[in-house]
């Protein structure tokens, strides 16, 4: 998985900015600070409204940021990517 800058592992960050992978192949994009439980609520089908019908969800992406202000700055980035320059980043 990836690392933050500094070298710590994703898990000891307090919030992470994630890609998951639909089952339709597209991929969705979010925030969280509990990862895990994260993509377990999108499984269960209570999640986003988009992942619902597009079970199961993979992650594939994920990168680790200080607070909730930084990974949801990162999230919008993400957002404003085209397809193929996601498809890079969840393949570094």
Same mark, same amino acid.
């Not at 998985?1 to 000891?12: D, I, P």
């Not at 619902?52 to 079970?55: A, K, N, P």
């Given at each position: 998985?990836?690392?933050?800058?500094?070298?710590?592992?994703?898990?000891?960050a307090?919030w992470v900015t994630y890609?998951?992978?639909?089952? #339709?192949?597209?991929?969705?994009? %979010?925030v969280?600070? #509990? !990862? @895990?439980?994260?993509?377990?609520?999108h499984? #269960? %089908?209570?999640? /986003?409204?988009?992942t619902?019908?597009?079970?199961p969800?993979? =992650?594939v992406?994920? @990168? /680790?940021? =200080?607070?909730?202000? +930084?990974?949801? &700055? /990162? @999230? +919008?980035?993400? &957002?404003k990517?085209?397809? /193929?320059? &996601? !498809? &890079?980043?969840? @393949?570094?």
């Open positions: 998985m990836r690392r933050t800058q500094e070298g710590s592992v994703l898990a000891t307090a890609m998951l992978r639909c089952s #339709d192949g597209t991929l969705y994009t %979010g969280t600070n #509990d !990862l @895990e439980k994260r993509v377990k609520t499984n #269960d %089908g209570k999640g /986003a409204k988009y619902r019908s597009r079970l969800v993979t =992650p992406y994920m @990168e /680790a940021h =200080p607070n909730r202000s +930084a990974a949801q &700055k /990162a @999230e +919008a980035a993400l &957002k990517l085209t397809r /193929a320059q &996601k !498809l &890079k980043k969840v @393949e570094s």
